[in-house]
């Protein structure tokens, strides 16, 4: 039998609320040594042997009984044909979903710009988009075809060429739903490979492999480890913590539904945190209550549980105002503004990863279908970063066109500063070109 379990309680008012919501908050992504050290071996094995190295992994770690690389590639009829096996409603759900996204990232699309100076001098900017950028998604049997459509599609609409998925296929289970997302989602190249190998091969090349400019998508921490090590050589999006929600809520909102709310992050994995905020300490109450009742009737009932135990909350503010100052502290990757009027409360929040708004805006909508990107800031870097998005797979590079006289202007500027700074030649090649 199951022990009932009584969620974290929290009070706002409680001197030592700042340092008792630090602990909930605290979480440490750093790889152990062990885990850096096998990463940096498998990153230079990778390096040094290329594809040879990526079969011999992909054998040992996956049980996959491939011999050549040639093996660990799907081309593009293999992810049509995905297309056709899966069910009528699941492509239907999946075209839908590809629609909306790639609708709510092409208001996103950055173009290039110039102004022209009265002196004849032009000045912009050009906006170019990356080469070639790789995916990870997991595979076997966990699916994500959701991710696959929230990393492929704004690269797509920013304009790159070829985009390359690598995914593991333990013990050569391939996923359908998965390689059906990747053809409606516009993928070039998929390759049947994963963990850091993975990514190293997309960061340096091998024979089949192409190198990347960058590389998005989840992954174990192995994986994190490898795009740790990896970044600089390419780009990458994020390394991601674990799942978050915050519900702000007056007391307004059904319970049942909130509880499912913060089921909805907990079910993911034991490290998930689902936090509750609310004035209204009777609905805190019934809340919980409701998390009692329904707990048993949940499939991943015991990772909810854990990660209820271990990283959940509710908490108890004076009023909507320190609520607000509340999910400003914590940032979470994903903010609901469950209550009554929520535009009245939207400026009042700087940091979350994105905002659902109103009683009805489930935050599992934002996963699949809603049309921003899942792909969020965790670990309180909202505060700094910002979701994926179009502008993730675009770069810019700045226009400088001086006429004569702007050159003679902006030279003699130049040369006080330059040599301010001691660095003459910078003085005498402004100092060139200024008209006598």
Same mark, same amino acid.
């Given at each position: ?11 706002? #008012?409680?001197?030592d609320f700042a340092r008792h919501l630090d602990h909930l908050l605290s979480w440490e992504s750093v790889s152990d040594d062990a885990v850096n050290g096998r990463v940096l071996e498998i990153i230079k094995a990778v390096r040094e042997r290329g594809d040879e190295a990526l079969v011999e992994f992909t054998q040992r770690f996956d049980g996959v009984q491939a011999t050549t690389m040639a093996e660990l590639i799907l ?223 949940m499939e991943r009932a015991e990772i909810i549980r854990t990660s209820l135990q271990a990283r959940g909350a509710l908490i108890l503010v004076e009023d909507m105002t320190q609520a607000m100052a509340v999910a400003n502290r914590i940032a979470p990757e994903h903010l609901e503004l469950s209550v009554a009027e929520p535009e009245r409360w939207l400026p009042a929040i700087r940091h979350a990863g994105a905002i659902f ?72 090649? #402004? ?6």
């Amino acid at each position: 039998m199951t022990t009932p379990f009584a969620i974290r309680r929290l009070h706002a #008012a409680d001197p030592d609320f700042a340092r008792h919501l630090d602990h909930l908050l605290s979480w440490e992504s750093v790889s152990d040594d062990a885990v850096n050290g096998r990463v940096l071996e498998i990153i230079k094995a990778v390096r040094e042997r290329g594809d040879e190295a990526l079969v011999e992994f992909t054998q040992r770690f996956d049980g996959v009984q491939a011999t050549t690389m040639a093996e660990l590639i799907l081309p593009r009829e293999r992810l049509e044909l995905a297309l056709t096996r899966i069910s009528s409603e699941q492509r239907e759900a999946l075209e839908k979903a590809a629609e909306r996204v790639r609708i709510y990232h092409e208001r996103q699309k950055q173009d290039s710009w110039t102004y022209t100076e009265a002196d004849g001098t032009v000045l912009g900017q050009q906006v170019t988009p990356l080469d070639r950028a790789g995916l990870y998604v997991p595979g076997g049997k966990a699916a994500y075809p959701s991710s696959v459509l929230m990393n492929a599609i704004p690269a797509k609409v920013a304009g790159v060429p070829e985009v390359v998925m690598v995914v593991p296929t333990p013990k050569g289970e391939l996923n359908e739903l998965v390689l059906a997302a990747a053809c409606v989602a516009g993928v070039d190249r998929v390759f049947t490979i994963g963990g850091a190998q993975a990514v190293a091969a997309l960061a340096y090349g091998t024979e089949s492999v192409p190198p990347v400019d960058k590389i998005v998508g989840p992954g174990n921490i192995y994986v994190a480890t490898a795009k740790r090590h990896v970044f600089g050589q390419v780009g990458i999006d994020m390394i991601a913590g674990p799942s978050e929600i915050l519900v702000v809520c007056d007391g307004g909102t059904d319970p049942d539904w909130i509880a499912m709310d913060l089921f909805s992050q907990a079910e993911h994995d034991e490290d998930a945190q689902s936090i509750l905020v609310s004035p209204d300490a009777a609905f805190l109450d019934r809340v919980a209550e409701s998390i009692e009742r329904l707990l048993p009737t949940m499939e991943r009932a015991e990772i909810i549980r854990t990660s209820l135990q271990a990283r959940g909350a509710l908490i108890l503010v004076e009023d909507m105002t320190q609520a607000m100052a509340v999910a400003n502290r914590i940032a979470p990757e994903h903010l609901e503004l469950s209550v009554a009027e929520p535009e009245r409360w939207l400026p009042a929040i700087r940091h979350a990863g994105a905002i659902f708004m109103g009683r009805y805006t489930a935050e599992a909508l934002g996963d699949y279908c809603a049309g921003p990107n899942h792909v969020l800031p965790t670990s309180g870097t909202a505060r700094f970063s910002s979701p994926l998005g179009v502008y993730d797979f675009q770069k810019r590079s700045s226009i400088i066109h001086c006429s004569a006289e702007g050159a003679s202007g902006l030279g003699k500027v130049a040369s006080v500063l330059s040599r301010g700074e001691s660095l003459t030649a910078h003085a005498r090649s #402004a100092e060139y070109r200024i008209k006598a």
